[in-house]
């Protein structure tokens, strides 16, 4: 009774699921943006009266705080044998 079956990878790592759960992301996302018209805006600035303005500034901010986490961590980064000493 020492039967080993073989383990199905977890349904997160599955292919099928992954290019669902982008697709689902990438429908709200669009679902996001075109609300973005939908919706009366009062805008503060001029350039936020452009259409997806607040999708390309939180992708920006995104982007600039993994730039940003890459340079702190070369610069804090030690040595693997740090505490070894």
Do not use: N, Q
Not at 13 to 29: E, N, Q, Y
Not at 35 to 58: C, N, S, T
Not at 64 to 76: R, T
């Amino acid at each position: 009774m020492d039967e080993r079956r073989e383990e199905s990878p977890h349904w997160l790592a599955r292919p099928r699921t992954i290019r669902g759960l982008w697709i689902a992301f990438i429908a709200v996302l669009a679902a996001t943006v075109a609300a973005g018209f939908a919706v009366d805006m009062h805008p503060h600035f001029g350039i936020e009266r452009l259409p997806a303005f607040f999708a390309v500034f939180g992708f920006g901010a995104c982007v600039a705080m993994v730039v940003a986490s890459k340079l702190l961590g070369a610069l804090l980064k030690r040595e693997d044998t740090y505490y070894d000493r």
